[in-house]
């Protein structure tokens, strides 16, 4: 399981890095693009989690919405510019769904990052009643403190 998380580190940085460079034409852009290509997955992961909330979901569920919502948004652009633009107008377009692509993994990355810091200065301890086959209850602890 440790080799998981350097995989995928280096996965995600090797398709980053072979984004740009097949795609070096972006930074040509303007900004209002840029701008919006930003602030589409950001608003998906905002209002996914608001929406999970007042729906009185958990924090674990109400984050799995928050990440579906941010990842489909991107998905659904990316589908609607393939769809709705003729050949060539549909590859210079898709640029703009590069862009959204990695700013979705950009705020994906930085959320991980504010969340693993969170939770590392703020450890929790938390007793689960939780029942076997038998229908007995036991407690489980279940800790993010390290010993």
Known sequence: MKVIRPVSALFIIALVVIGVMV???????PW????????????????GFGL???FCLDNNRARTVSIETGVQNGTLASA????????PEADLSFSLSFLNGMFQVGLSLLAVAVYNIYKCKNPTTEEVKMTDLEGKE??????????
């Open 23 to 29: 795609n070096t034409h972006v930074i040509y852009t």
């Open 32 to 47: 209002q693009p840029i701008v919006a290509c930003f602030l589409l997955p950001l608003a998906g992961f905002i209002i």
């Open 52 to 54: 999970a909330k007042m």
């Open 80 to 87: 609607m510019i393939r769809l709705s633009f003729p050949q």
């Open 138 to 147: 036991n407690s489980v602890v279940i800790s993010d403190v390290k010993e």
